[in-house]
Nanobody
Framework: QVQLVESGGGSVRAGGSLKLSCQAS????????MGWFRQAPGKVREAVAG???????SVADFVKGRFTIARDNAKNTLYLQMNLLKPEDSAMYYC???????????????????WGQGTQVTVSS
């Protein structure tokens, strides 16, 4: 089993920045794929970014140039640096991990085996 705990969410004004962290524990391995997903009220969950065991990232088009995903395997921690935030980025952000890792499926949420409880991000205009 793998446990994932997100932190770093909060309220910020448009144009601001936040850095989310996801602390993994349990049977996590550096070869796992990890990702960030988000869901706003009344909307479907969407993939934000993912990273494989070789630290190759995949980022959704709508956050390219603004968000960066990274991982520190020594600390079992996943990060999401979010810059130039927009009100439409407001959502609950979830960290996820999966055992079977393929770079071309990093943004496929249904592939993920483990999920955190989420951290809220609110961006005001």
């Amino acid at each position: 089993q793998v446990q994932l705990v997100e932190s770093g969410g909060g309220s910020v004004r448009a144009g601001g920045s936040l850095k989310l962290s996801c602390q993994a524990s349990g049977d996590i391995a550096s070869t796992y794929c990890m990702g960030w997903f988000r869901q706003a009220p009344g909307k479907v969950r969407e993939a934000v970014a993912g990273i494989d065991g070789d630290e190759s990232p995949s980022v959704a088009d709508f956050v390219k140039g603004r968000f960066t995903i990274a991982r520190d395997n020594a600390k079992n921690t996943l990060y999401l640096q979010m810059n130039l935030l927009k009100p439409e980025d407001s959502a609950m952000y979830y960290c996820a991990a999966k055992v079977t890792c393929a770079w071309w499926r990093l943004l496929v949420g249904s592939d993920y085996d483990y999920w955190g409880q989420g951290t809220q991000v609110t961006v005001s205009s």
